[in-house]
């Protein structure tokens, strides 16, 4: 199983959570940033259905997959 991790840094004058080289929007506090990680975290683990999806890689090149819905991550965060 896949295991994703997002960390509270540091971010445009506030704090954000970060997922790879991604930053969610920045929160005053860290608190708030925590809080939202880890609603992120806990949404990112709930099952849904099968569909199929289409993304951008980070060479310019479009995909067509079929994602499982019972297929999901294990989320944490690292304060």
């Known amino acids: 199983m896949t295991e994703v991790t997002y960390r509270i840094v540091e971010h445009d004058g506030g704090f954000a ?18 809080q939202a990680a880890q609603a992120a975290a806990a949404e990112q683990q709930v099952p849904g259905s099968t569909e199929g999806i289409r993304y ?24």
């Open 56 to 79: 951008q890689d980070t060479r310019g090149a479009w995909h067509d997959e079929t994602a499982r819905g019972n297929d999901r991550p294990t989320a944490k965060v690292v304060d």
């Open 17 to 34: 959570y970060k997922l790879g080289d991604v930053f969610s929007e920045t929160f005053p506090s860290h608190d708030e940033a925590l």
